[in-house]
């Protein structure tokens, strides 16, 4: 054990080290006023604590998974690794998460890998979903400044009713300007592509009313970005729940994962097909933007390094190296690849 900590507190210092270059290199980024944003679905980033009153029990350390401290400590730095590296020698000014227990891991994510030599602020809030897993955004704290964030739940579901991931919003300054961020976990499709459909349009239709609300307030030039699992690909019909074209509040939605043809055609892959369920979403202030911070369908693209794919044992082709395969430890990093974003300013 000693041994293990020695080489643990080696390992960041080395890291600490190369952040420190990382973020000198940055500021010369910075100069050019441009940053990114990143999307990832972490898969199940529990602790090894139980939570009495979520059903957390198959993270435990006598859980069907067996899970334990060494295998937390390995998946939190590696979620780290990926971060730092999806930055490119400057790391991403917003990353959106889901499938994250509690604030407690994020702690342990921001304050106990190298990402402390970042900066990264913490925005979380509980969820009830049933296995007690949350959406939640670190924000570097030299770039973005938060004005004011909430969880939003739908309404219209009678107290009690909704047992899944709220989503987040988060009103911010990057660099100078202003952005509204929404992070998305919509309800899975276990038992089928149909399971969870309603609640999903529900959902939909909830994230498509606060982004009208924001556009109609600002007469369109509102800056909205939504990311995240929405467990449904672009072409689902669902998704026009979201992005309405014929929407009378002047708040144009582009799925900028739509039509995407580079990379390795989706965030995750199953029965050996890639799916697309991994999204950003932004307003056409965002796109059409005279002043301020910009961006382009071309400057969208999965983050899908070598060392986060692996040979698919199933099927023909590569796979997300997972931390799990079914109920077998893998000790890789996620069923979903990551997707980025760069953003720009006039």
């Given at each position: 054990m000693l041994i293990e900590m020695i080489f643990r507190k080696i390992a960041v210092a080395l890291v600490l080290i190369l952040s420190i270059h990382c973020l000198v290199f940055s500021q010369d980024r910075?100069?050019?006023?441009?940053?990114?944003?990143?999307?990832?679905?972490?898969?199940?980033?529990?602790?090894?604590?139980?939570?009495?009153?979520?059903?957390?029990?198959?993270?435990?350390?006598?859980?069907?998974?067996?899970?334990?401290?060494?295998r937390y400590y390995d998946k939190i730095n590696s979620v780290a690794k990926v971060i730092i590296a999806a930055g490119e020698w400057?790391?991403?000014?917003?990353v959106g998460l889901c499938e994250i227990e509690n604030r407690n891991v994020l702690g342990d994510l921001v304050y106990g890998t190298p990402l402390l030599a970042i900066g990264y602020g913490i925005i979380h809030e509980e969820s009830p979903d049933i296995r007690g897993i949350d959406v939640c955004m670190l924000y570097r704290m030299d770039l973005v400044k938060i004005l004011d964030h909430r969880l939003l739940i739908p309404e219209n579901?009678?107290?009690?009713?909704?047992?899944?991931?709220?989503?987040?919003?988060?009103?911010?300054?990057?660099?100078t300007d202003t952005l509204h961020v929404f992070v998305n976990h919509w309800p899975s499709r276990r038992g089928g592509v149909l399971a969870g459909e309603e609640l999903r349009r529900v959902m939909a239709r909830m994230v498509r009313h606060a982004a009208?609300?924001?556009?109609?307030?600002?007469?369109?030039?509102?800056?909205?970005?939504?990311?995240?699992?929405?467990?449904?690909?672009?072409?689902?019909?669902?998704?026009?729940?979201?992005?309405?074209?014929?929407?009378?509040?002047?708040?144009?939605?582009?799925?900028?994962?739509?039509g995407l043809r580079s990379g390795p055609g989706?965030?995750?892959?199953?029965?050996?097909?890639?799916?697309?369920?991994?999204?950003?979403?932004?307003?056409?202030?965002?796109?059409?933007?005279?002043?301020g911070l910009y961006t382009s369908k071309e400057h969208f693209r999965i983050f899908s390094p070598d060392f986060l794919l692996k040979n698919d044992e199933k099927y023909p082709g590569m796979v997300p190296f997972s931390t799990y395969r079914g109920?077998?430890?893998?000790?890789?990093?996620?069923?979903?690849?990551?997707?980025?974003?760069?953003?720009?300013?006039?």
């Open positions: 910075i100069d050019t006023l441009s940053t990114r944003v990143m999307f990832y679905n972490a898969e199940n980033l529990f602790d090894t604590e139980d939570d009495s009153i979520k059903d957390d029990i198959e993270f435990l350390p006598g859980g069907l998974m067996r899970w334990n401290k060494s400057n790391p991403p000014a917003i579901l009678e107290s009690g009713e909704f047992h899944s991931r709220g989503v987040l919003y988060a009103k911010c300054v990057v660099l009208d609300s924001l556009c109609l307030a600002s007469d369109g030039k509102a800056k909205v970005l939504i990311m995240g699992d929405f467990n449904s690909t672009p072409s689902d019909p669902l998704m026009s729940e979201l992005i309405d074209p014929d929407s009378a509040s002047n708040c144009s939605l582009k799925n900028l994962s739509d989706g965030t995750y892959r199953y029965q050996g097909t890639w799916e697309m369920i991994d999204q950003i979403i932004v307003s056409g202030g965002l796109l059409e933007s005279g002043k109920y077998s430890y893998q000790g890789g990093f996620s069923d979903h690849l990551p997707v980025l974003l760069d953003l720009s300013i006039h």
